[in-house]
C-alpha cells in the first residue's frame, strides 16, 4: 500500500516563530487532506488540497502532485496551533484515507 | 449543530465486556467511515460503508462488527473487549463523487475506549 512518511516528527517552536511541515508521499493520489489534531483530541480539517497551493490566515499549503510532496506553513506561530499536524492521502475516490504518523507541535509562550 | 457526532465520548469497560460506538452524521454524506487511532497516536482505517453498503473491511477481528442502519448512521459493536483494544476510535463522513475523486472527510471528536 501506499506510504505516507511525515517530517519533523516533533517541533518545538516560539510564539510567533514560522515552520514548515513536509509529507511525502510514496505513489500519485486523487486526495491528500491536512488535519490539526489539537490537545483535546479533535482532528479539524485544514486542507484539502491535491495539488496547488492554498492559502487560510497563518496557514497555507502546497501540494506538487508530480513530486510526490505536500507542505504546510505556519507563519507567526501561536500557542492555540499546538498539537499534532496529520497529512492524509488517498489513492482512489471513495476509498480510504492513509494518514501519515504525524508532526507534534509544541509552541512556547 | 455538531456536523458528525459520536456517542459516547468516553467509555471505560472491563475485559470481556461487549460495548456498542455509535455515529450520525447530518452533513447529507453517502459515506462514513471507522478509524482508530493507538497510543502512539496513529491512525488507521477500519471500515468504510457507502450508502449502507460496506466497501471497506481492513484487516480487523471480526469481534469488530460495524452496522449502518441508514446513510447518516454508522455504529460499531466490539464484542469480548481485550486490552489491545483500548483506543481513540473515530468516526468520517464524506460524500463519493464518482470520477471526481473531491472525497473530503469530515471528523467526529472520537470515543476514547479505555480496557481494564
Known amino acids: 500500500g501506499i506510504q505516507v512518511e511525515q517530517s519533523p516528527p516533533d517541533l518545538i517552536l516560539q510564539e510567533g516563530a514560522n515552520s514548515t511541515l513536509r509529507c511525502n508521499f510514496s505513489?500519485?493520489?486523487?486526495?491528500l487532506q491536512w488535519f490539526h489534531q489539537n490537545p483535546w483530541g479533535q482532528l479539524i480539517n485544514l486542507f484539502y488540497?491535491?495539488?496547488g497551493t492554498k492559502q487560510n490566515g497563518r496557514l497555507s499549503a502546497t501540494t506538487v502532485a508530480t513530486e510526490r510532496y505536500s507542505l504546510l506553513y505556519i507563519s507567526s506561530s501561536q500557542t492555540t496551533d499546538s498539537g499534532v499536524y496529520f497529512c492524509?492521502?488517498?489513492?482512489?475516490?471513495?476509498?480510504?484515507?492513509?494518514f501519515g504518523g504525524g508532526t507534534r507541535v509544541l509552541v512556547k509562550p | 449543530d455538531t456536523a458528525v457526532s459520536q456517542t459516547p465520548k468516553y467509555l471505560v469497560t472491563q475485559m470481556g465486556n461487549d460495548k456498542s460506538i455509535k455515529c450520525e452524521q447530518n452533513?447529507?454524506?453517502?459515506?462514513m467511515y471507522w478509524y482508530k487511532q493507538d497510543s502512539k497516536k496513529f491512525l488507521k482505517i477500519m471500515f468504510s460503508?457507502?450508502?449502507?453498503?460496506?466497501?471497506i473491511n481492513e484487516t480487523v477481528p471480526n469481534r469488530f462488527s460495524p452496522k449502518s442502519p441508514d446513510k447518516a448512521h454508522l455504529n460499531l459493536h466490539i464484542n469480548s473487549l481485550e486490552l489491545g483494544d483500548s483506543a481513540v476510535y473515530f468516526c468520517?463522513?464524506?460524500?463519493?463523487?464518482?470520477?471526481?475523486?473531491?472525497?473530503?472527510?469530515?471528523f467526529g471528536a472520537g470515543t476514547r475506549l479505555s480496557v481494564l
Open positions: 488540497i491535491p495539488s
Open positions: 460503508y457507502n450508502n449502507k453498503e460496506l466497501i
Open positions: 452533513l447529507g454524506h453517502d459515506t
Open positions: 492524509a492521502v488517498e489513492q482512489a475516490a471513495g476509498n480510504k484515507l492513509t
Open positions: 505513489d500519485s493520489v486523487n486526495n
Open positions: 468520517a463522513s464524506s460524500q463519493y463523487y464518482a470520477g471526481l475523486a473531491k472525497n473530503i472527510q469530515y
